[in-house]
């Protein structure tokens, strides 16, 4: 079973500023990697597939890099309606495991 | 629009049952597998179930084998998840997911993973 090491566990940025969250793979996974938000009381959304591709409808603020055991995603100029829970899951294996989720704060 | 509606959520007492349903909708609902993915307070997201799209093929974590059973209603584009012998370690926010790709089995390697999910229904297993 693949093992998703998600940081930070939490952060705080200022509107405008470019947030970085990473997740790592405790094997190769090559693209197989989601992102997605999730608000408190809300569905998650899907926002990055297959590590680098913009889910249509998201946002272009967000972008996701990676392949293999390290990805990334991206909030370039984050806005306050970028508050919330992001977390990865892979798919590469059975069954999906996920990143222990990242709680993104706006100042 | 695929919406995905989760019920049934409950305080019951260690030993208990519960049976929680997902309402979807926005979809062919006979053509996807689904799963059942939940968060403990504190924790991070843990699959827990999944069943094809007929209906006649389940799979389940470790930590539930024995215990809960997934199945759907493709006439009512209903998906169910019975939890038997709940433990405290069963407390938490219990989801559906659909998955992105039609036809699969959940067990298909490179899935693409789901594309929905619903909000969650709260299961609390406490004295």
């Known amino acids: 079973e693949t093992t998703l090491t998600q940081s930070p566990a939490f952060m705080s940025a ?12 405790s094997q190769d996974i090559d693209d197989d990697v989601n992102w997605y938000q999730r608000k408190p009381g809300e569905a998650a959304i899907f926002i990055i597939q297959e590590a680098t591709t913009l889910v ?25 309606d970028d508050a919330a829970y992001y ?8 069954p999906w495991t996920f990143g222990q989720g990242t709680k993104v704060e706006i100042k | 629009e695929v919406q995905l509606l989760e019920s049934g959520g409950n305080l019951v007492q260690p030993g208990g049952s519960l049976r929680l349903s997902c309402a979807a909708s926005g979809f062919i609902f006979r ?16 699959w827990v179930a999944g069943i094809n799209a007929g209906g006649d093929g389940t799979h389940y974590a470790d930590s539930v084998k024995g215990r809960f059973i997934v199945s759907r ?7 169910h998840l019975q939890m038997n012998r709940l433990r405290a370690e069963d407390t938490a ?4 997911a659909k998955f992105l790709v039609p036809g699969l089995s959940p067990t298909t390697l490179k899935n693409g993973g789901p594309d929905s999910w619903g909000q969650g229904t709260l299961v609390i297993v406490s004295s």
């Open chain 2, 93 to 96: 926010l219990y989801h559906c």
């Open chain 1, 14 to 25: 200022t509107p405008g500023d470019k947030v970085n969250i990473s997740c790592k793979a």
């Open chain 2, 31 to 46: 053509n996807y597998a689904l799963t059942w993915v939940r968060q403990a307070p504190g924790k991070g997201l843990e």
């Open chain 1, 56 to 80: 249509p409808g998201i946002s272009p603020r967000f972008s996701g890099s990676g392949y293999g055991t390290d990805f990334t995603l991206t909030i370039n100029n984050i806005e306050s």
């Open chain 2, 73 to 79: 209603d493709n006439s009512k584009n209903t998906l």
């Open chain 1, 87 to 94: 977390f990865c899951l892979q798919h590469d294996d059975f």
